[in-house]
Nanobody, 123 residues
Framework: QVQLVESGGGLVQPGGSLRLSCAAS????????MGWYRQSPGKERELVAL???????NFAESVKGRFTISRDNDKNTVYLQMNSLKPEDTAVYYC?????????????????WGQGTQVTVSS
C-alpha cells in the first residue's frame, strides 16, 4: 500500500512564496512520475506540474516561470516551489504519483493521490 503525505500549504499574500512537499511511503523502489494537481471550488482538478524520473518536467501554462518542481528519488519525495503567487493560485493542491516499481520487482500502474493541502493567496 502506497501512502502520500503532503505538507507546506497555508495562507500567503499575493507575490509571496510557498513550498509544498509530498513524501511517498510503502514498498517502493522506483517511481516513474511524481507531480501536483490542484482544484478550486467549482472547478475540475487540473495539472500543475509533473516530474518524470528521467528528469523531464511539464507545467501548466498558468504557472510557467513562477513554479518549479523537483524530486528526491532517494526519499521518494517531490517538491513544488511556488513563487509570485496570485489569488487565482488559491486551491487545494494534491500530490500524485504513478508508475511504481516495488521491492518484489513488480510494476504497479495505479495512480495514487495525496489527501490534499490548502493553499490560499490573499491579502
Amino acid at each position: 500500500q502506497v501512502q502520500l503525505v503532503e505538507s507546506g500549504g497555508g495562507l500567503v499574500q499575493p507575490g509571496g512564496s510557498l513550498r509544498l512537499s509530498c513524501a511517498a511511503s510503502g514498498n517502493i523502489v522506483r517511481i516513474n512520475v511524481m507531480g501536483w494537481y490542484r482544484q478550486s471550488p467549482g472547478k475540475e482538478r487540473e495539472l500543475v506540474a509533473l516530474h518524470s524520473r528521467g528528469g523531464g518536467t511539464n507545467f501548466a501554462e498558468s504557472v510557467k516561470g513562477r513554479f518549479t518542481i523537483s524530486r528526491d528519488n532517494d526519499k521518494n519525495t517531490v517538491y513544488l516551489q511556488m513563487n509570485s503567487l496570485k489569488p487565482e493560485d488559491t486551491a487545494v493542491y494534491y500530490c500524485n504519483v504513478v508508475g511504481i516499481w516495488d521491492g518484489d520487482s513488480a510494476f504497479d500502474p495505479t495512480q495514487y493521490w495525496g489527501q490534499g493541502t490548502q493553499v490560499t493567496v490573499s491579502s
